[in-house]
């Protein structure tokens, strides 16, 4: 790999600085930066060196993305190819589901990617590699039918109005990804929602139906699919939303390797569980439910984008709630609030998308009162023990 190592050398020398080139040094560093661990040393004074940087969190997302994503590709086929043919194979479905989302990953990529080259390099600061994530989010929650122009759009008012105006990297308040799907959602409501948008050209053959579960309890019908569908995830959907087995596996990843709060986790999940129990309680006093209420609460765990939104987005470091305590009440907020939009209002069934850019915003209100209140706490133990030693002397 020595000589890779001499060309891009060679290749960075009209970009060093006080060159001609020096302006767009940033997109060459962040290319050598992707290939090789910088080779810059501190010079003095004491540092915490540690082997985890950004690159090695993003990549480890990505990594637990990849099972959800894999999965995905062959449910987006196999959902259109089964209700037009008797038998199909995996090579058949997993080509027709890579198919229609490499194309959105590489919309998703150069879109995005050129947008932070050219703020990189505006602002003459490096490329960070916040968006090798987020760039692979945004597709994977998206309709599988999506124009790649919506894609494109939907990339450009995410990092431009979401992150970049903010100030790039660590200084978004909302998750860039979801700030995408809800461009796309309340911008061109007919491509995402819907029973035609979740499988593979429902719309152009007679006989494919692609409603989602939520959907379905929504209009007030009943659900065919059993639970066992639902968890491993062959079901109409977004990409990567379907297979809570997957979503699980990357969620172990994440926490394992400490990326991901599972304190977050298991409160969101412990949030929704609860309000899916207090709707499903409402028959036992009287109350008259609908689809959506009486649906049995562990099965609201693993429809819709739930599981994906609590284990990859409301644990994005960022734009969640920063203090142990506050992790707890921010991540049983989402899944509570998840459940609550999902049921009151049937326009949104999807409500995990909502309720997670709802608590993004709160997460610094709830991060200020747990060190108030973590504040205020100790002084009254000081105050407590001054008195108790006046009272020794």
Request: charged share 15%; with cysteine; net charge neutral.
């Amino acid at each position: 790999m020595e000589w890779i190592r001499q060309k891009l050398d060679k290749f960075k020398e009209p970009f060093n600085k006080g060159n001609k080139l020096e302006k767009y040094a940033p997109a060459i560093n962040a290319l050598d930066t992707f290939l090789y661990t910088p080779n810059h040393t501190t010079q003095k004074g004491a540092h915490v060196r540690d082997a985890v940087d950004l690159k090695r969190t993003m990549i480890t997302v990505v990594l637990a993305l990849v099972p959800a994503l894999i999965f995905g590709m062959w449910n987006g086929g196999y959902q259109y190819l089964s209700q037009i043919q008797t038998e199909v194979t995996f090579w058949e479905a997993f080509g027709h589901g890579a198919l229609k989302i490499l194309p959105m990953i590489a919309v998703s990529y150069g879109v995005g990617l050129g947008i932070e080259f050219a703020f990189a390099i505006f602002r003459g600061h490096e490329v960070n590699e916040g968006y090798l994530v987020t760039g692979l989010l945004i597709p994977m929650i998206m309709p599988i039918d999506i124009p790649l122009w919506m894609v494109a759009l939907s990339v450009v008012f995410a990092v431009v109005i979401g992150k970049e105006a903010f100030g790039g990297t660590g200084m978004n308040i909302l998750n860039p990804a979801l700030t995408a799907r809800a461009f796309a959602f309340f911008a061109y409501p007919t491509y995402m929602s819907g029973n035609q948008v979740w499988v593979s050209e429902a719309s152009k053959v007679d006989g494919v139906s692609g409603e989602t579960i939520l959907g379905s309890l929504a209009a007030g019908n009943p659900v065919d699919y059993s639970a066992m569908d639902m968890f491993s995830g062959i079901i109409p959907g977004s990409f990567a939303e379907t297979s809570t087995i997957c979503i699980l596996a990357g969620a172990l990843l994440l926490v394992l390797t400490k990326v991901g709060s599972w304190r977050i986790i298991l409160s969101a999940f412990i949030g929704a569980s609860i309000m899916a129990l207090i709707f499903n309680a409402l028959p036992s006093m009287g109350i008259e439910g609908n689809e959506l209420t009486n649906f049995p609460w562990y099965q609201h765990l693993i429809i819709g984008g739930l599981s994906f939104g609590i284990v990859f987005m409301a644990t994005d470091p960022v734009s969640a709630a920063q203090t142990m305590k506050g992790k707890w009440i921010y991540g049983f907020l989402i899944g509570f609030f998840a459940v609550m939009i999902r049921v009151f209002n049937p326009a949104y069934p999807e409500g995990i998308m909502l309720a997670i850019l709802l608590m993004n915003v709160f997460a610094p209100v709830i991060d200020h009162y747990v060190i108030d209140g973590n504040i205020k706490r100790r002084k009254k133990r000081v105050s407590s023990a001054t008195a108790q030693i006046k009272t020794a002397v």
